[in-house]
């Protein structure tokens, strides 16, 4: 529960892809049922309401605060066994995957099953930091590695699925970019393989109207460094529909500031 009247924002796995009526079991085993709405799904998250207020709600907490070793609480339902909490260290940050470019996971050592998806993840102050949403295991149990969604993005989802039905993801228009290889930067004369190499560009789009163009390297986006091509579209994605944004662009040897607009997303799929 992240509002007091209601919201609910929980792993899609846990619905299902098939469901049309929901219901939800309160802790004081008050219950409710709720029929699907298909536009408040997105990729990854459902959001169900139901009809309730003045309900208990955990706090949000800000994710980009947390740091590796720092104790965390996994809150969910393994194997049935309802409202269990498991203790354990942040392990990592910034986890990613081919299967989700856009969200950088918390890795966790708390002990999270199947069951636990959907649930809290809490720092000392009992505060939520996180959802929990998979495990990395050979056996389909718990082996020491858990991967949680970051609270500030569950809450810009969230907010975009409550206001616009859909989540919104910040654009430059049809740009493709990719990794630096070894290969490329020996090729294109670059000193090192960090940012984001532009491949290709459609001209209707925003980026080509600033002017970037094909074989710039994006090496920063509004005073952050750039790594690679995934972290660059991880930052244009969370970033206000309809801002500007200053990239440091990197082309052929010199680096400059590009001023780009930032549109919506075509897509409508999201994270």
Known sequence: MVTPDGYILTNNHVVGENVRQVTVILADRRSATRGWSAPTRSRTWPVLKIDAGNLPVIPWGDSSRLRVAEWVLAIGNPYQLSQTVTLGIISALGRNSADTPLVDFIQTDAAINPGNSGGALINRRGELVGINTAIVSQSGGYQGIGLAVPSNLARRVLDDIVKYGQVRRGSIGAVRTVNVTDSLAEELGLRSTRGA???????????????????????????????????????LSDTEIGSTVTLVVLRRGREIDVRVRVTEAESRRSV
């Open 197 to 235: 190499l532009v491949w290709s560009m459609a001209r209707s789009s925003a980026a080509y109207d600033a002017g970037i163009r094909p074989g710039d390297v994006i090496v920063g986006f509004n005073g952050q460094a750039v790594d690679d091509a995934a972290q660059f579209l991880r930052l």
